[in-house]
């Protein structure tokens, strides 16, 4: 039986599901607009239906990013996969974070912090790396189906 905290099982949610939420952690940095941003136009390329969330306000220093403005306070909905960026703990992701919303569906948490308190049912944490786009670019390019288009690896 595979990990539930591996990378490899990381990616298989990642290749498994159509539609996925994507969320970014409150009082945003560039690491985890970067990361949510990245991931969600990784996951579109493959024909995928992403929603990409962040509970709170964005600052306007990345405005050349493809896809900020979606950027906007969202709950999961109908989506198979529900996917925590960069936050070392539940209460970083606000409302979003809720486990009354999650009805039996895979949660994942993606994460470099040494911090990290493995709060989702899946966690992938690398401390190693030195930040959460770094394990997004190795998921994402080591994907069997994945074709990141160049004017979205920006994030």
Request: aromatic share 10%; hydrophobic share 40%; charged share 20%.
């Amino acid at each position: 039986m595979q990990d539930r905290n591996s990378f490899e099982n990381a990616l298989e949610q990642l290749e498994r599901w159509n539609r996925i939420f994507v969320a970014a952690h409150i009082m945003p940095d560039g690491d985890t607009i970067g990361s949510a941003l990245g991931l969600t136009w990784a996951l579109r390329s493959l024909g995928k239906n992403v929603t990409v969330t962040c509970h709170d306000h964005v600052s306007g220093i990345f405005d050349y990013l493809a896809g900020l403005r979606e950027l906007s306070p969202k709950l999961p909905t109908d989506e198979e996969l529900l996917v925590y960026v960069d936050g070392s703990s539940s209460d970083r992701f606000g409302p979003a974070f809720d486990p009354n919303l999650f009805h039996e569906r895979p949660v994942l948490e993606i994460d470099h912090h040494i911090t990290n308190e493995f709060f989702a049912p899946m966690n992938f944490v690398d401390p190693n790396a030195a930040s959460t786009a770094e394990i997004i670019y190795r998921l994402t390019s080591l994907s069997a189906s994945a074709s990141i288009r160049l004017s979205r690896s920006a994030c």
